[in-house]
Each structure stands twice: as C-alpha cells, then as structure tokens.
C-alpha cells in the first residue's frame, strides 16, 4: 500500500493535455513514448491513466463538438440538435467523418444548465443553442473557419443573478484590492476561529464543518500541507461555482490563501473542470493579483497558488479522487481512512473545500462571523447560493439564506407550467413530488439537505425518463473500482433501458432490489451510495407514474427476439413466419 | 442418498415435463444417474413431453426440466410452451442457467460462424452454402441463458449437475419441501 502511494506523477494530468495539443491523442504513440520517459512510469500506465478521462478519449479532429447528455438540455430538444448537425455530414453521435474533420459527441451536463441546450466545441462553451445556431455552425465548419475565429457571442456564457442576499452584494461591492488588505497580518488561529464561529459548512454538499476539517489538518505533525480548491462542480445541474469563478476569483484566491493559511499549507491548487477551462485566462490573471499581493508578506508567509484543469470525470469531484487525479492517476476514490486531512496530495495532510466554501470564508473573514450567523439557521448558518434550472422562466442564480422552503425558491424562479417533479442537490440528492409539504421543507442541512442545485419539472416531464436520464449518468461516469457500483450502475440503466422499450415487468423491479441494497451498503465512495437515489425516489413517491410504464405480463425479454433473427434472416434469405419471433405471447387461450 | 421419498402418496402422480434446448443432453444423462432410483421415481411421477417419451407437445404439468440456453428461434417457442405448461420451471445446468460454453460463440459474429462452417471450410464439397430451408429455425444473434426468456422458479447448478442434486431436488419438490442443496452437492463444472 505505501509503494502505491508513493506512485505519484503529479504534473501528468496537465502534460496530457498539453500531448493533446501536440499530437492529437495521449494514448498513442508518440505521446505515450515521451510521455513515459519524463514520468518515469511505463507507456501503458500512462495510457491505463489517460484512458479513464473522457475528453483524452475524444478521437482528433479539427472540430470536437460534445452535445449536452442532460436531462434539462434533453427536455430543451438537444437530441433533435445532435442529430442536425451529424445529418449534415452523414455520421452517427460518437463518430468522426471520413476526413477526420468533424467528431461528434455527447457529454455529461458542462454547467451550463441555466443555458440549455448547450454543447461543447473543443472544449469552448456554446449555450443556448438554436436549430439556425447549428446551421451556423455548420457552415463555418463547411468553410473550415477556425473555432477561434467563430463569432464571440456563441460563446457568450451569461451567469444570470436574480436574487442578491448579503453576500453577492458584498461580493459585488467590495473590490479586489480591499480584500486583499484582508491577507495581510492575519493570525492562522484567528482565521480559523472566525470559521469556527461563524459555523461555516461545506458548500460542496456533503456539510462537513469546515473548521472541524481545518483543525484536524493543523494538527498533524506533518508541517507539508495543501489546500485544494474543488472546481471540478460536476453534478448535473449545478452551475453556482461558474458564477463565482467569473465574476469573483479574487474573492476566491483571497480565500483560498487564508484558507491554506489558517491550516498551515504552503500551496492552494484550484482543481478547474474541464469544461471551464474558458475561464483560465481570467483564473490566471486573479491569481497574478493575488501573488503580488502578498509580496509584502515575508517569503515564509505567502502562498503557492497553482492551477490545475481535470478532464472529464464527475467522480473526480469526490476529495480523495480529485487528489488521485492531481496526482497524475485514474480518478478512483481512495481507500479510506486515512483520509485526506492526514494523507492526501502526495501524502500529505491536505483540506479540499468548494469554491463556494472558501469564497464563504474571505467573507467571514472581511464581514465577522457575527455577521454570518446573522443569516440561516442556528445549524446551517449563513447565506447560501442556489441555481436553478429546468421548466423555469428565469433559470439562473438566487441567494437566500440557508433554510428558505424550497417552494420559495422555485416561486422565485417563476415556474413555466405547475412544478410536478423537483429534483434537489442535483442526481445524488432527492426527486420529490412537488406536493405543497415537500415544498414546505427547508432547504438545510437538518431538514432537506442541497448542495444549490434545484431542478424544477412541470406535468409536461415523466419522471421515469428524468431518472433514465439519471441512470445512464451514473453508469457513465462510476469509475468502476469497486464491484456494487462498477455493476449495479449498469443494471439499473438497463433496467431502465427496458423500461423504456417497453418490456419492463414487475419483476425487473424486484430483481433490481438486491443490486440496489448493495449499492447503498457495500459501496466504496459517495458516488455508488447515490447511484441508487432517483430510483429509490422513484418508488417512493411516483410509484403510480413507474407502475404505468410495467407491462402487465410475468416476463419479457430485455431485447427484440426478432431483431435478434435480422442477422440469420438476411444471411439465409429467408421472410417466413418462422423466421420471426414475437416479443410478447400470445394472451392464453383455455388450455 | 440423504434425501427420503414422500412418506405419504400423493392424491395424483405428480407430472414432470423435460427439455433440451441448446444443451448436450448431459443433464439428462445425469438424470438417469439416480440409477435404480429410476424405478422408484416412476412409481411417483408420470412424464409429459420429454426426450424420454414420445408426447409431441407439451400438456398441462407441475415441474419443467429445461437444460440448455437457447440459440434459435425454435428454443424459444419450445421453452415459451414449456413455462405456460408448467406450475415450476427449473433451469437444469450450466447452459441454461448463464448460456454455458456454447455461448462463447458470442464472441464471433454468428453469419461468420455459420458461414465459416457451412462454406469457406476447405472440407465442405464445392458449392456448399448455408441452410436455408424454412424447415430449420434461425440461429439468434446471441445465446442466452432461459432466464432472459422467461421466470426462472429454480436453477441446478453444474455442467452437469450431479445425480444427487437432482434427486435431491426432485425429492424436496415431491415432499413439498424447499428445495436445498448442501454445499458438497454444489458444483458448476
């Protein structure tokens, strides 16, 4: 196990990317080559690493699009989109053309939520896409027009804010330099007191007490220590960290380096999903601010800041992961304990917090922790951001205060149609029925726990297709590590595979029941205990909806017999009757 | 030989049905290994459709012995008929529980593989083609396991499994117990 530890190559994630550039694809030769003689590990380990990413995996071609594979982008006419643009140069999603010119794809939801349907052209955002946006693109793609040189707007990301609480506003008010004033001379113990009080907790979901965690850190005899910023915001439907990364990245590094301060590291890494490298130039420059500003501190006092960008993994966003993967590997989680505060990067005891946390903690800081507590509940304190997206007229960004009844919430973002289905804290948290108790319900930590992410869905949506949707998610992206997981996210998307064809049976829902135990119990990580959720949700409280799409028979085969005789049917020529199979018997006649 | 006969006689003979899908007959074999146990079955029981009688259709019976996956069109009507006939349908042996080894054919395209065998081997006489009589079922695509064709009420596990589990179950079905196997009867080679 420590051999295995020590197997680290940090630096590979960004050297990948860079091999991309370079020579199209990191998992051939040459890159592989070069690659493995400045890590030092073997050309198949570093394919083996490289493999796991999703966007390393994207074929080379001039114009990469990825279309949005998310429920609110599928529910926006994305597939009829898809489907456009790969009629216009007669391939399928997930193939290249002949001339290596065009790829397209799906994705996972980019954050882009807010913006549906939203797609992804090498690795630049273009939201809110229309039937004419795609002819547009396909004639600069026709015309082999650069993507650099495409129009801006189709890039423009808008981070809408329809409701401002004390915290944006003091966001908005205070300017870069002031909290920059707030670096200097501030006692690592003092920092952390000010969390403490202020009752500051994770904003990344989980809700761990962030000083709790600091302070676990700090007291490790290890004087090596890291603070991760966790940009990697990949749960579908959660776009709240963009915001923050665009307008306010001071804010973030100010936090960040108080944040490695109050627990004694030396460097801050903000770990950026994929899908944002748009923002890396503002990012840098933020960054540049910050470094200079504490130019004035004694070299010993300052802070490394470092940047480092993922590639394409939702689990990468679980702490030990997203380390993992900093660490030049496959994003599994790690077995835990120990956990990160006392062996993460590299070994050594290191504190991952959310953008949305360490943003929260130059506030606390700049504010008071009196200040903080003013707002929210005496057990979730404080104001908290919360995106909402699906059948709303204003899809976008709200802050309330920790403890707003999610029915408020979605009131404010004037629901399109009468709400049916709300999916909270994104896939891994609930699919409620929009009932006035559930909409009763406080959005906290002690009551109904979110991590921002709301999804509003009227009567229009079927909440067995939202939960398909979910499904194949979660199959997509398990990392595949431990076997309740890598498995059981399969059964439950072919499960729902077959509901969907229309030759799903009682029974399939009572033999995915044990798959679904194991899942909740047995799993390695977070990821595999919440697979199973929308399911779960779906039986709970839409049971009547599920039960409309069962077949009343005992059984059913899972695929077409008949399409399973198209291959012997074409090889022998044959048309018959007993070159054909029915898919459901014959009702039964008296015997 | 742990297992006991019914101690009372049953108001009728209990009926059982047997199959072979895409099996070797093996399981059957290992059926007939009860041995002179035979005698003492069918003084309890009355066979329906089975390789071991003549019945041509399957009729109305408390247990099905199905052995073998299924592989052609033809399998899944026989193992269709065979599930509406019978209050219990057993899967009997490797192939019909998970496909068994003749299911590593999908691991090749089944027109190459019929092709390959039926035309392109060097032994086959100049002209040869594929059979296309409508006479004879299709293959399907894949072979898969009876329980993706229809519910499963119990599986024998082995390649065969042995006489003893078989008796063994069949005594348990016949006393109206659950049926159990101890772990030295259990086997899925």
């Not at chain 1, 547009?136 to 809408?160: G, K, L, S, T, Y």
């Not at chain 1, 070299?299 to 679980?318: F, H």
Request: glycine fraction near 8%; hydrophobic fraction near 45%.
């Amino acid at each position: 196990m420590a051999t295995e530890r020590q197997r680290t190559a940090p630096g590979l994630l960004a050297a990948l990317h860079q091999a991309r550039l370079r020579w199209g694809n990191p998992l051939e030769e040459p890159a592989l080559a070069e690659l493995s003689a400045a890590f030092a590990l073997p050309p198949g380990e570093i394919a083996a690493t490289a493999s796991f990413y999703h966007f390393f995996q994207t074929p080379p071609a001039r114009y990469q699009i990825h279309f949005i594979d998310h429920v609110v982008d599928h529910h926006a006419g994305i597939e009829a989109l898809c489907n456009r643009l790969c009629a216009a140069f007669a391939i399928q999603p997930g193939e290249r053309t002949a001339d290596a010119h065009l790829f397209v794809g799906w994705t996972a939801c980019a954050g882009l939520s807010d913006q549906a349907p939203a797609a992804i052209v090498n690795g630049r955002p273009l939201p809110a896409l229309t039937p004419e946006r795609i002819d547009a693109i396909i004639d600069a793609i026709r015309a082999q027009i650069p993507v650099a040189e495409w129009p801006a707007e189709w890039f423009a990301v808008a981070n809408p804010v329809y409701r401002r609480g004390p915290l944006l506003t003091w966001l908005h008010a205070t300017p870069a330099a002031a909290v920059l004033e707030q670096l200097s001379a501030r006692e690592p113990e003092a920092i952390l007191q000010a969390v403490a009080d202020a009752g500051l907790r994770g904003r990344g979901g989980a809700g761990f007490p962030t000083a709790t965690k600091w302070r676990f850190c700090r007291e490790t005899a290890d004087p090596t220590r890291y603070l991760i910023c966790n940009a990697d915001e990949g749960e579908p439907g959660t776009f709240k960290d963009r915001l923050l990364l665009t307008h306010y990245p001071d804010h973030l590094f100010a936090g960040m380096t108080l944040a490695a301060r109050a627990i004694g590291a030396q460097t801050a890494m903000l770990y950026l999903r994929y899908e944002y490298q748009y923002l890396l130039p503002k990012l840098e420059a933020a960054r540049e601010r910050i470094l200079a500003a504490q130019s004035q501190l004694p070299p010993s006092e300052r802070i490394t800041l470092e940047i480092a960008l993922g590639a394409g993994a939702y689990v990468c966003g679980e702490e030990s992961a997203l380390i993992e993967s900093l660490e030049g590997k496959p994003g599994r989680p790690r077995v835990r304990p120990p956990f990160p505060v006392t062996s993460g990067y590299l070994g050594q005891p290191t504190v991952v917090n959310n953008v949305e946390t360490l943003v929260a903690v130059a506030a606390i800081v700049g504010n008071g922790p009196q200040w903080w507590r003013s707002m929210g509940t005496p057990d979730s304190s404080g104001p908290k951001l919360f995106c909402v997206s699906g059948d709303v007229a204003r899809p976008g960004l709200y802050e309330f205060p920790y403890g707003v009844a999610l029915g408020d919430l979605i009131t404010a973002a004037r629901p399109l149609g009468t709400p049916y289905a709300i999916q909270v804290s994104g896939p891994s948290g609930t699919l409620l029925p929009a009932t006035p108790e559930q909409l009763a319900r406080p959005l906290a930590f002690e009551a109904l726990p979110c991590n921002g992410t709301v999804m509003v869905f009227d009567e229009r949506r079927d909440p067995v297709a939202i939960v398909r949707h979910f499904a194949r998610f979660f199959a997509h992206e398990s990392c595949g590590f431990c076997t309740p997981c890598r498995v059981g996210t399969q059964l439950i998307a072919k499960t729902f595979a077959k509901i969907a064809a229309g030759y799903a049976t009682r029974f399939d829902l009572e033999r995915l029941a044990p798959a679904l135990e194991a899942m909740r119990l047995a799993s390695n990580c977070g990821f595999g205990l919440s697979a199973g959720n929308p399911v779960r949700d779906l039986i709970a409280y839409f049971r009547p909806r599920l039960d409309a799409h069962l077949q009343p028979h005992d059984f059913l085969p899972a695929f077409s017999l008949d399409a399973e005789l198209a291959a012997t049917r074409r090889l022998t020529g044959r048309d018959d009757t007993h070159a054909h199979l029915a898919q459901f018997e014959q009702p039964e006649a008296a015997r | 030989m742990t297992a006991t006969a019914p101690t009372t006689t049953p108001p009728r003979k209990i009926r059982i049905a047997t199959a072979s899908l895409a099996g070797c007959f093996g399981c059957h074999m290992s059926f007939a290994d009860i041995d002179t146990r035979l005698l003492a079955l069918s003084e309890w029981v009355t066979f329906d459709r089975s390789p071991l009688t003549d019945w041509k259709t399957v009729g109305e019976c408390d247990i099905a012995l199905i052995e073998g996956g299924v592989c052609n069109a033809e399998n899944v009507e026989v193992l269709r008929a065979f599930r509406r006939a019978a209050r219990i349908l057993v899967a009997v042996g490797a192939c019909a529980i998970n496909g068994g080894l003749p299911a590593q054919r999908n691991h090749h395209r089944v027109e190459a593989l019929l092709t390959h065998v039926f035309e392109t081997d060097r032994h086959l006489a100049p002209g040869s083609r594929v059979p296309n009589d409508p006479e004879l079922p299709l293959l399907l695509e894949h072979v898969h396991p009876i329980h993706e064709i229809v519910r499963v009420d119990y599986y024998l596990p082995g390649c065969p499994p042995t006489a003893e589990v078989i008796w063994t179950f069949l005594m348990d079905l016949l006393a109206g117990r659950e049926p159990h196997f101890p772990y030295p009867m259990l086997r899925y080679d």
